[in-house]
């Protein structure tokens, strides 16, 4: 369904749906032979029977037919090599973050964590604490299907239960968070699905919240709104050819994203505001890496910002 201004979802639907994409992308890596990345935690989050129609919907979504645009229709190979690239490019920041003598991080935030696994893998320095940030119902999915397998939190993990469209720093400050001390921020998977306005607040409050040494990393999204309403027309198109198939099309992220125009650069905010800042393209990224997308119809266009705080 479309966005609404204060609508709400659990992991199983809506955006929370997204996050379950992203982690059986992060599965299919790890289970690759040459994984980029190794989330053991993956598989176990996307495994359970509540998460069945999900992952029928991702692989309805993720898989071509004959008579599909085939310059149009979803990879999985694509989105799994796209994801390997992301998140071995946000762990490497956290690495960093945390290893730099001079800042001393040990505060880190993860906005809308989803089934984000880092508390439970990345190997986080002792007196870590790691804040995740997200509605109610998927925090405790996540933390309750992995504590029935066993698994325990690396760093103090400290589930803060709020919607970013919400008084979450107050909520973040409550849990424990110091704002007069270095924090690692990380949005991820994020900007599209927040309002424009809820996006610069967001911005703002983190510069608020972050002492001398922050750090921050975002994912930008690199569609335009013309080329947005274009895949957008297109997907339409090729979302009938596959109802008429009889295929699950009840999957579709762009419901999911909000149309507000205006939004903020996000490494042009943060320069204003004082932080050194650096882009990175994610294509250029994955060349580096060594996974180039599988077509120029489908190129890696997002970028990835962080931005250091004197």
Same mark, same amino acid.
């Given at each position: 369904?479309?966005?609404?201004? %204060? ?55 993720? *898989? ?22 992301? *998140? ?27 089934? %984000? ?10 007196? *870590? ?37 919400? %008084? ?143």
């Amino acid at each position: 369904m479309p966005r609404a201004a %204060d609508d709400s979802w659990d992991i199983a639907t809506s955006v929370g749906a997204t996050a379950v994409m992203v982690a059986l992308a992060r599965a299919a890596e790890t289970a690759g032979p040459e994984p980029l990345v190794r989330d053991r935690f993956a598989e176990v989050l996307v495994s359970t029977p509540e998460l069945e129609g999900v992952r029928e919907q991702v692989a309805a979504w993720w *898989t071509p037919e004959p008579d599909d645009d085939l310059g149009f229709a979803p990879d999985s190979q694509n989105m799994i090599d796209y994801q390997a690239v992301r *998140t071995h490019f946000f762990d490497a920041y956290f690495t960093e973050a945390v290893a730099a003598a001079a800042a001393g991080i040990r505060q880190v935030v993860i906005l809308a964590a989803g089934l %984000d696994s880092r508390a439970y893998r990345l190997d986080w320095p002792d007196g *870590t604490v790691v804040y995740e940030i997200d509605l109610p119902k998927v925090l405790e999915y996540k933390a309750e299907t992995l504590a029935a397998h066993g698994a325990t939190p690396v760093a103090d993990r400290r589930p803060v239960p709020v919607d970013l469209r919400h %008084d979450w720093p107050r909520a973040l400050r409550d849990a424990g968070l110091d704002a007069t001390r270095p924090t690692a921020w990380l949005a991820e998977g994020l900007l599209p699905f927040l309002p424009a306005a809820a996006q610069e607040a967001m911005f703002a409050s983190i510069d608020e919240l972050s002492g001398p040494g922050s750090r921050v990393a975002v994912e930008i999204f690199g569609v335009d709104q013309e080329k947005r309403r274009e895949a957008e027309e297109r997907w339409q198109e090729l979302r009938a050819r596959r109802q008429a198939r009889g295929q699950d099309t009840s999957f579709n992220p762009f419901d999911l994203w909000f149309d507000d125009e205006g939004r903020p650069d996000c490494a042009d905010w943060f320069a204003a505001h004082g932080w050194a800042t650096r882009t990175v393209n994610a294509r250029e990224e994955a060349l580096r890496l060594g996974r180039a997308p599988q077509s120029d119809e489908r190129p890696f266009a997002n970028s990835f910002v962080t931005a250091t705080k004197p």
